[in-house]
Nanobody, 122 residues
Framework: QVQLVESGGGLVQAGGSLRLSCAASGRTFSIYRLGWFRQAPGKEREFVAAISWINDNTGYQDSVKGRFTISRDNAKNTVYLQMNSLKPEDTAVYYC???????????????WGQGTQVTVSS
């Protein structure tokens, strides 16, 4: 089992930036992929970005391409989400997740953090 703790959320004005962090502990040797998801009030949880633990492969939701960057520090067992040019529609609770399975793109078999609130004011 991998435990995850997110941090870095907060309130920011539109056009501003935030960097989210997600620290992993426990069976980190089993991690294959890390991801960020978000859930806005009244909406379903959606994929934001993902990164491989073992190579440089990344993936993004279309609405965040060019604005968000996912990265990782294997030595610190931490994944980051740098969010620039934030928009009010980016307001949501952001969750990080990990999976040990190569084809578990929805992270259904993995572990999830408790979430961190990001609020973007207009």
């Amino acid at each position: 089992q991998v435990q995850l703790v997110e941090s870095g959320g907060g309130l920011v004005q539109a056009g501003g930036s935030l960097r989210l962090s997600c620290a992993a502990s426990g069976r980190t040797f089993s991690i294959y992929r890390l991801g960020w998801f978000r859930q806005a009030p009244g909406k379903e949880r959606e994929f934001v970005a993902a990164i491989s633990w073992i190579n440089d492969n990344t993936g993004y939701q279309d609405s965040v391409k060019g604005r968000f960057t996912i990265s990782r520090d294997n030595a610190k067992n931490t994944v980051y989400l740098q969010m620039n040019s934030l928009k009010p529609e980016d307001t949501a609770v952001y969750y990080c997740a990990v999976t040990s399975l190569p084809y578990d793109y929805a992270f259904k078999a993995g572990s999830w953090g408790q979430g961190t609130q990001v609020t973007v004011s207009s």
